[in-house]
């Protein structure tokens, strides 16, 4: 079982930046591979960027591609998220999420076993 908790998130200017952290307990962190999600409200839960767990590999979703960077310290079981440029249309909940796979970094939320309950990001414009 890993616990996972989120933080970091809060309100922000548009072409602002924020760094969001997800500390993760349980089991070893550098097993698993790591992804970050957002959901707006009306919308579904969608991908944002992930690593796999030795840190070398990662992919991002194309409307932050260029702006986010994830990252990961697998000495402090913390995943990061630096957000710059923030845009009003990356307003959401933001949640970190745990693959126990993690060879590669995964796109899609099935890949996903474990799951922090958020942190919100409020991008004003």
């Known amino acids: 079982q890993v616990q996972l908790v989120e933080s970091g998130g809060g309100l922000v200017q548009a072409g602002g930046s924020l760094r969001l952290s997800c500390v993760a307990s349980?089991?070893?962190?550098?097993?698993?591979?790591m992804g970050w999600f957002r959901q707006a409200p009306g919308n579904e839960r969608e991908f944002v960027a992930a690593?796999?767990?030795?840190?070398?590999?990662?992919t991002y979703a194309d409307s932050v591609k260029g702006r986010f960077t994830i990252s990961r310290d697998n000495a402090k079981n913390t995943v990061y998220l630096q957000m710059n440029s923030l845009k009003p249309e990356d307003t959401a909940v933001y949640y970190c999420?745990?693959?126990?796979?993690?060879?590669?970094?995964?796109?899609?939320?099935?890949?996903?076993?474990?799951w922090g309950l958020g942190t919100q990001v409020t991008v004003s414009s």
């Open positions: 999420a745990a693959d126990n796979l993690g060879y590669a970094p995964a796109r899609t939320r099935g890949s996903y076993d474990y």
């Open positions: 690593i796999s767990r030795g840190g070398l590999r990662t």
């Open positions: 349980g089991r070893t962190f550098s097993s698993y591979g």
